[in-house]
């Protein structure tokens, strides 16, 4: 009965930001490692970046330095600040848990263009 709730996205130019917010509801959980995954048509969902609870944070090489994630546990919130965006970031971004096997969101669109 977990539920994610992604929001946040939307239209930007490149070189301008976002920032994205996951919510957990639905039940009372602790989760280790969230993830926030992104999907374009004709393609697989990627990892983009993930956390731990204690605040440690992975990216993979194509958002460092622009995208930061982070979480406020008691909240059950999970957000995702990008900066400097760029077209090839265009996509349905989701959270979700690794190893949880929660339902997907129905995501949010984050579309960079001119």
């Known amino acids: 009965q977990v539920q994610l709730v992604e929001s946040g996205g939307g239209l930007v130019q490149p070189g301008g930001s976002l920032r994205l917010s996951c919510a957990v509801s639905?039940?009372?959980?602790?989760?280790?490692?969230m993830a926030w995954y992104r999907q374009t048509p004709g393609n697989q969902r990627e990892l983009v970046a993930d956390i731990t609870r204690s605040g440690s944070p992975y990216y993979v090489d194509s958002v460092k330095g622009r995208f930061t994630i982070s979480r406020d546990n008691a909240k059950k919130m999970m957000y995702l600040q990008m900066n400097s965006l760029k077209p090839e970031d265009t996509a349905v971004y989701y959270c979700?848990?690794?190893?949880?096997?929660?339902?997907w969101g129905q995501g949010t669109q984050v579309t960079v263009s001119s």
């Open positions: 639905g039940s009372i959980i602790s989760i280790y490692t």
């Open positions: 979700n848990a690794p190893k949880y096997r929660l339902p």
